[in-house]
């Protein structure tokens, strides 16, 4: 039987890896798109009558050298107000999703926010008492580009719409956000790196580590069929810029056949990218 929610583990040297669903939404076809005539990406995705179609986001945990990080927690309950129309009625948490691969929110250390549009950081507040927002980890940091901060604190009406202000103001405030200006390491093997395109300043986790290496790319590559070069969608801020940097990015990760993870591929899970072109699916399906 089809698991209901896919989910994908692997080793990369001495760390464990688990891409799992952490929630889900809807989303214009159109958008999600670019410029790709409808004909043609209705063929790859099933759309509503309002030309929506229903994506995942995929959540990521790296497990080892007593580390436990996330990843793209995912779209929770706190949304743009002019977006709410498309949020998923069937939405499954990040507290189930991370139930769904045994991981107890407690154990979480760190917490890498690729970027601060509402469906890749919303997963980590719920709501409580008198509506306060509060956070689903006790202990974990949450590690955030300085420059997409204050870009999601700034930008103009046409660029905020993918940002939940109440989320922002809550993780700019929260004392266990760190800040930082460009890459990082979080550990032996666990690079964080810094793109341009989609949003000024997005960043991403890669494990390498026993020859084997993995990247969860976010949005920079959200759906499978982005992969094409020349793929940018209209939630990305600087299209050119993405396509560039993306070009380059994929270049790479073709010649070395990394295993890389997405933020919103709506069959698999996981890649592995081939040197010959393509990708041979890992999960789901
Ligand atoms: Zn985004």
Redesign the pocket.
């Known amino acids: 039987m089809k698991d209901a929610r896919p989910k994908y583990q692997f080793a990369i040297g001495s760390f464990v890896v688990d891409i799992f669903q952490a929630g889900s939404f809807l989303v214009d076809g159109g958008a999600l798109f670019g410029g790709v005539p409808p004909e043609v990406w209705t063929a790859w995705m099933e759309a509503d009558s309002r030309g929506r179609v229903r994506i995942p986001c995929w959540g990521c945990v790296v497990r080892g050298e007593g580390k436990c990080i996330l990843t793209e927690p995912g779209v929770g309950e706190i949304w743009p107000e002019a977006l709410l129309e498309y949020a998923d009625p069937e939405i499954v948490s990040l507290r189930v999703g991370l139930g769904d691969i045994g991981i107890p929110v407690e154990a979480v250390t760190d917490v890498v926010l690729?970027?601060l549009?509402y469906?890749?950081c919303g997963g980590v507040c719920e709501r409580g008492e008198r509506g306060r927002l509060i956070d689903l980890f006790p202990e974990a940091h949450y590690h955030v580009q300085e420059w997409e901060m204050s870009y999601a604190r700034s930008a103009g009406p046409w660029e905020k719409e993918?940002y939940a202000e109440e989320l922002v103001g809550f993780l700019a405030a929260h004392p266990r956000t760190c800040s930082w200006n460009g890459p990082f390491l979080l550990g032996e093997g666990l690079s964080v790196h810094v793109g341009q395109g989609?949003?000024p300043c997005?960043q991403w986790l890669e494990v390498r580590s026993g020859g084997k290496a993995f990247a969860h790319i976010?949005?920079i590559v959200?759906t499978q069929w982005h992969l094409a070069y020349h793929l940018a969608s209209a939630?990305d801020a600087y299209p050119g810029d993405l396509c560039r940097f993306k070009t380059k990015l994929l270049k790479r990760a073709f010649r070395e056949g990394l295993t890389i993870s997405w933020?919103h591929d709506p069959l698999y899970p996981a890649v592995r990218l081939r040197p010959e072109g393509g990708f041979e699916a890992l999960g789901g399906g």
């Open positions: 690729t970027h549009h469906d890749h993918g989609h949003t997005l976010s949005d959200p939630f933020a």
